[in-house]
């Protein structure tokens, strides 16, 4: 163990540039030092994690049929596991309406994931569209009536 640890350190000594000869593209302005004065010059985002919630109760079974690139079996995992087109990223989907998402590489493209997902199962009326309450900025669902945040009416039904 201490061995791999000294290589580890070596390789970081030996790839690490002085101060003042910053290359990477993203660049401590600070370098900071490590034990042993190891300055750590760059970094590269290689994975991002992320999660979020749609808020909402899924048939994973309904789920897995109506979305391409996706797995499901229940035996080995409880959730659907998605693997978009054109692109590393798996996305995990929960019966609570939980959503995990790795390998992705950039903010953007964990946001372009999650929307290109609510909209998939949006379109194979899994879940009801959302919208945004023109109070308090709140999501809800497109089909209430009134705003659980703020109390706001959104729509006036049989009036
Ligand atoms: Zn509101």
Redesign the pocket.
């Given at each position: 163990m201490g061995g791999i640890l000294l290589v580890i350190f070596m390789v970081l000594y030996l790839s690490g540039s002085p101060a003042g000869e910053i290359t990477t593209k993203n660049q401590y302005t600070h370098a900071p030092t490590f034990p042993g004065g190891i300055y750590l010059t760059g970094y590269q985002i290689e994975n991002i994690m992320a999660s979020s919630n749609i808020n909402t109760r899924l048939n994973l079974v309904d789920v897995a049929r109506k979305l391409d690139d996706s797995d499901y079996n229940p035996d080995n995992f409880p959730g659907v596991i998605w693997h978009p087109r054109n692109s590393y990223a798996v996305v995990v989907i929960m019966d609570d309406g939980k959503l995990m998402c790795t390998n992705t590489r950039s903010l953007q493209e964990v946001e372009s994931l999650f929307k290109k997902l609510t909209k998939k199962l949006e379109e194979s009326g899994l879940i009801t569209p959302r919208m945004t309450?023109p109070?308090?900025n709140?999501v809800v669902d497109s089909e209430d009536v009134v705003?659980i945040?703020?109390g706001?009416m959104l729509q006036d039904r049989g009036v």
């Amino acid at each position: 163990m201490g061995g791999i640890l000294l290589v580890i350190f070596m390789v970081l000594y030996l790839s690490g540039s002085p101060a003042g000869e910053i290359t990477t593209k993203n660049q401590y302005t600070h370098a900071p030092t490590f034990p042993g004065g190891i300055y750590l010059t760059g970094y590269q985002i290689e994975n991002i994690m992320a999660s979020s919630n749609i808020n909402t109760r899924l048939n994973l079974v309904d789920v897995a049929r109506k979305l391409d690139d996706s797995d499901y079996n229940p035996d080995n995992f409880p959730g659907v596991i998605w693997h978009p087109r054109n692109s590393y990223a798996v996305v995990v989907i929960m019966d609570d309406g939980k959503l995990m998402c790795t390998n992705t590489r950039s903010l953007q493209e964990v946001e372009s994931l999650f929307k290109k997902l609510t909209k998939k199962l949006e379109e194979s009326g899994l879940i009801t569209p959302r919208m945004t309450c023109p109070n308090c900025n709140a999501v809800v669902d497109s089909e209430d009536v009134v705003c659980i945040e703020c109390g706001y009416m959104l729509q006036d039904r049989g009036v």
